[in-house]
């Protein structure tokens, strides 16, 4: 990457992250909602989960809402770079002579950095509902790690979205689809009670094989037996999801901007 595209990427990150300070409901929302999800998640429906030996379903939830506020990347940037579009931002933007890496590199760059701050109130009530970091100081920071490096590549792929449907109701309607992906993942029950079908599709989805390698480096449990292979070899299936999606979706993204701007 040459000097001019970090330069202009790093001002496009300091534009975003100003836009936050002045939107504070963004970051309100950023900090209470994995908060709500857990206690809503945990309290409400806790009581009808039951764990393998008598596991504490709260702690269990925990690094699934880490993985489900990673995968939230696709709707924030898609609703931003929709906008954006919209709006006329992205014109603007066009004609200055600036790298077309820049605007979605620095777009997704501050989703990272808000994604990052939002966790830590969900750490802190994690704690406080009885979930624990297990597997030592290096296990935890490989997790955090492999989080954000999550929320980069879905804030990628959000991007890309916005500026394909370029209005903000259609990339609103969308985003409603994405609360169903965790739904079929391991990130709010197991996946062994489900039908054989179901429980292969909801193991080779990529949130599966996230939460499973959190919860693997946290130190809170291990996949079953008998799971299929992403869920077997987590971190390597988060780590390749990762790796491929960044592949597929930073050309298609930096593609398409250049695209609109020709």
């Given at each position: 990457?040459?000097?001019?595209?970090?330069?202009?990427?790093?001002?496009?990150?300091?534009?975003?992250?100003?836009?936050?300070?002045r939107?504070?409901?963004?970051l309100?929302?950023?900090?209470?909602?994995?908060?709500?999800?857990?206690?809503f998640?945990?309290?409400?429906?806790?009581?009808?989960?039951?764990?393998?030996?008598?596991?504490?379903?709260?702690?269990?939830?925990?690094?699934?809402?880490?993985?489900?506020?990673a995968?939230?990347?696709?709707?924030?940037?898609?609703?931003?770079?929709?906008?954006d579009?919209q709006?006329g931002?992205?014109d603007?933007?066009?004609?200055?002579?600036?790298?077309?890496?820049?605007?979605?590199?620095?777009?997704?760059?501050?989703?990272?950095?808000?994604?990052?701050?939002?966790?830590?109130?969900?750490?802190?009530c994690?704690?406080?509902?009885?979930?624990?970091?297990?597997?030592?100081?290096?296990?935890a920071?490989?997790?955090?790690?492999?989080?954000?490096?999550?929320?980069?590549?879905?804030?990628?792929?959000?991007h890309?979205?916005?500026?394909?449907?370029?209005?903000?109701?259609?990339?609103?309607?969308?985003?409603?689809?994405?609360?169903?992906?965790?739904?079929?993942s391991?990130?709010?029950?197991?996946?062994?009670?489900?039908?054989?079908?179901l429980?292969?599709?909801?193991?080779?989805?990529?949130?599966?094989?996230?939460t499973?390698?959190?919860?693997?480096?946290?130190?809170?449990?291990?996949?079953?037996?008998?799971?299929?292979w992403?869920?077997?070899?987590?971190?390597?299936?988060?780590?390749?999801?990762?790796?491929?999606?960044?592949?597929?979706?930073?050309?298609?993204?930096v593609?398409?901007?250049?695209?609109?701007?020709?």
């Amino acid at each position: 990457m040459s000097t001019l595209a970090l330069s202009d990427t790093r001002a496009v990150l300091g534009r975003h992250l100003r836009r936050m300070r002045r939107v504070p409901g963004l970051l309100v929302i950023t900090l209470t909602m994995p908060v709500t999800m857990l206690l809503f998640f945990g309290y409400v429906f806790g009581s009808a989960v039951a764990l393998e030996g008598g596991a504490n379903y709260r702690a269990y939830l925990v690094p699934g809402l880490f993985a489900v506020t990673a995968v939230n990347g696709v709707m924030t940037s898609m609703l931003a770079s929709a906008q954006d579009s919209q709006r006329g931002v992205m014109d603007r933007f066009r004609t200055l002579p600036m790298s077309r890496f820049a605007l979605p590199a620095g777009q997704t760059a501050a989703d990272v950095t808000l994604a990052a701050i939002g966790t830590v109130p969900l750490v802190l009530c994690g704690l406080a509902v009885g979930w624990r970091i297990e597997g030592g100081a290096a296990g935890a920071a490989g997790a955090f790690a492999l989080l954000l490096l999550f929320r980069l590549v879905t804030a990628w792929l959000g991007h890309y979205l916005g500026l394909v449907l370029g209005n903000e109701e259609t990339a609103g309607q969308m985003a409603g689809a994405t609360f169903m992906l965790p739904l079929l993942s391991n990130a709010y029950v197991p996946t062994e009670g489900m039908p054989g079908w179901l429980r292969t599709v909801a193991e080779w989805n990529p949130i599966s094989a996230l939460t499973t390698a959190c919860r693997e480096l946290f130190g809170n449990s291990s996949a079953a037996a008998d799971a299929s292979w992403p869920v077997a070899h987590p971190v390597l299936a988060a780590t390749g999801w990762a790796v491929l999606l960044l592949a597929v979706f930073v050309p298609l993204t930096v593609r398409r901007y250049a695209r609109d701007s020709a």
